[in-house]
């Protein structure tokens, strides 16, 4: 009996072959490895935020509320686009919008520009969020034994080839 191929036997574990059959297949196996994980992590923040006692968030709207409450000072919309790197502004003022009406943000100004802040209950979601996140994921992760230089390294690495992302999309726009 002979034993099962090893995933390098096989190649790389990727969505679409005729996307890996170019000169980076592993560029292919990333795309797909990020997809995977996005769409985990989009559910995990719902339903953490859930667990922590507010519900009907979508994972922008879980993302946003972190943004704003990060810090403690109050932000304008397009300092939040810029570091969630979001172009349509439209989608984080509707986040900013529904944030506010369940009194997790408010709304202020500085000059002529509207800023958001963190709300007291907005603050307390925030730390029972982080409360679950260390009890599920972060004790989870620990047992795994990854190096968390390790983890912080392949971070770097994903932020550097969002901006080769960014590019090649700047590129794709003027064709």
């Not at 979508?58 to 790197?85: M, Q």
């Not at 002529?112 to 009890?135: F, L, M, S």
Request: with cysteine; glycine share 6%.
């Amino acid at each position: 009996m002979s034993s099962p191929p090893s995933s390098t036997e096989l190649g790389p574990i990727v969505s679409s072959g005729h996307l890996a059959a170019g000169a980076m297949p592993a560029l292919s196996e990333f795309e797909f490895a990020m997809s995977m994980t996005v769409h985990a992590f989009h559910r995990w923040m719902v339903r953490a935020m859930a667990a922590a006692g507010t519900p009907d968030l979508s994972p922008l709207d879980v993302l946003v509320l972190h943004n704003v409450n990060h810090r403690g000072k109050a932000k304008r919309l397009a300092d939040i686009c810029l570091v969630l790197n979001i172009e349509d502004t439209h989608l984080v003022n509707y986040a900013l919008k529904k944030l506010e009406r369940l009194k997790l943000l408010k709304a202020g100004r500085k000059g002529k520009e509207k800023t958001v802040e963190v709300t007291p209950a907005g603050e307390e979601a925030c730390r029972a969020y982080a409360r679950i996140r260390e009890q599920l994921l972060v004790k989870s992760v620990l047992s795994t034994g990854l190096d968390p230089k390790r983890l912080s390294e392949i971070a770097t690495a994903m932020r550097s080839l969002s901006g080769q992302y960014d590019q090649a999309a700047r590129a794709a726009a003027s064709l």
